[in-house]
């Protein structure tokens, strides 16, 4: 970005042809969990990036080929991986303090605010933390929460009663 701004002022940026491989079935692949980690921070980044106005997923559906790519959101047969739901809801931690833990996410689609509620899971009940919030008018939301380290914490979108894969606190 250092460079674009400097070499191009006015210029706009599209990151194309992001992905990260995943193991299974590609043995040089990062696991299902750290794909859908890696997109919801990448989502973030994005966010933050002056100048980034879109990140595109390269594959949809793993190549049949291994020697191909891997990096799809859902497998060959069409098996959703955890990158399906991470690319649609991301959520990612901004940082913990104690017990009190920051995250960042979207809510996707929908135009304008949008009613999401933070879970987190006790006893293995996804118990919703504060009560439904509405993000702001572009889909985002910034909250921090009581969450310690190893808690795991998901974001659940009322609309399409869909919720992102789980976040380990870190």
Do not use: C
Not at 41 to 56: Q, T, W
Not at 82 to 91: I, K, N, T, V
């Amino acid at each position: 970005l250092n460079l674009v701004n400097r070499n191009f002022p006015r210029a706009r940026v599209w990151i194309t042809e992001y992905a990260y491989q995943t193991n299974p079935p590609d043995r040089f692949g990062v696991s299902p969990e750290l794909q859908a980690r890696y997109i919801g921070e990448s989502a973030r980044r994005v966010y933050e990036a002056n100048k980034v106005d879109m990140l595109i997923h390269d594959l949809y559906r793993d190549e049949p080929s291994l020697a191909r790519w891997q990096s799809g959101l859902v497998t060959v047969r069409e098996r959703p991986k955890l990158g399906l739901a991470a690319m649609r809801l991301p959520l990612t931690q901004v940082r913990r303090q104690g017990s009190q833990t920051t995250v960042w996410g979207q809510v996707r689609p929908g135009d304008g605010p949008q009613r999401y509620s933070l879970q987190r899971k006790l006893r293995g009940t996804w118990v919703t933390l504060g009560g439904p919030r509405m993000t702001n008018r572009r889909g985002f939301l910034q909250r921090t929460v009581s969450a310690p380290r190893g808690s795991q914490i998901r974001l659940w979108y009322f609309e399409q009663r869909v919720a992102s894969p789980p976040l380990t606190v870190r």
